[in-house]
């Protein structure tokens, strides 16, 4: 059975559409420039966007022999809110067993469900984006005091400053976005051509 895997540029053209990229001249919270801007939960507000990105992410990691072969007895697990739906797409094209999240409480990332250790299977860590790997990296440290074992990692999207492997695990992705991100006005080109901003959120 060939399963195809849609084009980086056909996935580009739906977060496009979707709204979820877009180009122009933005500011982050923390000061930094930036021509473009991903606000991924606008493609997920779809069913079927959503399905179409999540079907191909599992694509990725059901060719991978290790996942395969202990599915179903195996947990998706979000970092954060915005990985959820990925989770629960991804979960269900995989007929995986498990779904766990994490949220911040108090500046620390913790899992929204209470879970022992023994109770996780072998996890597969996915998030909508990528763009630092912070909260991947404190998902893993969660997932590493459960004692459970991590057989993969995925995203939509994943900036190209972010790490591509996880414990040894190869980070999947969709789109890999080669980010352009300025630390102020000075160096940025947009300001240089007087483009007006928009302030964002991440
Ligand atoms: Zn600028």
Redesign the pocket.
């Known amino acids: 059975m060939v399963e195809l895997i849609p084009s980086q540029d056909t996935l580009m053209q739906i977060l496009k559409r979707t709204g979820a990229f877009r180009e122009g001249?933005f500011v982050y919270p923390n000061g930094k420039?930036s021509p473009h801007y991903f606000q991924m939960p606008l493609a997920f507000r779809f069913y079927d966007t959503a399905r179409v990105l999540a079907v191909a992410l599992s694509r990725k990691f059901r060719l991978e022999k290790d996942i395969s072969s202990q599915l179903p007895k195996v947990s998706i697990i979000s970092p954060s809110s915005g990985g959820i739906p990925v989770a629960f797409g991804v979960r269900d094209a995989l007929n995986a067993e498990q779904i766990y999240w994490a949220e911040q409480e108090l500046g620390e990332r913790q899992f929204r469900q209470y879970v022992n250790q023994g109770e996780v299977n072998p996890c597969i860590l996915v998030d909508d984006i990528i763009r630092s790997g912070h909260a991947i990296n404190e998902t893993v440290n969660l997932v590493k005091d459960l004692n459970a074992r991590i057989i993969g990692c995925g995203a939509i999207v994943r900036f190209d400053s972010a790490p591509d492997e996880l414990e040894g695990v190869p980070i999947k992705s969709l789109i890999d976005f080669d980010v352009k991100m300025?630390d102020g006005?000075e160096d940025?080109a947009?300001?240089k051509q007087g483009v007006p901003?928009e302030h964002v959120r991440f």
Request: glycine residues 0%; hydrophobic residues 0%.
């Open positions: 001249h420039h300025y006005d940025c947009e300001c901003t």
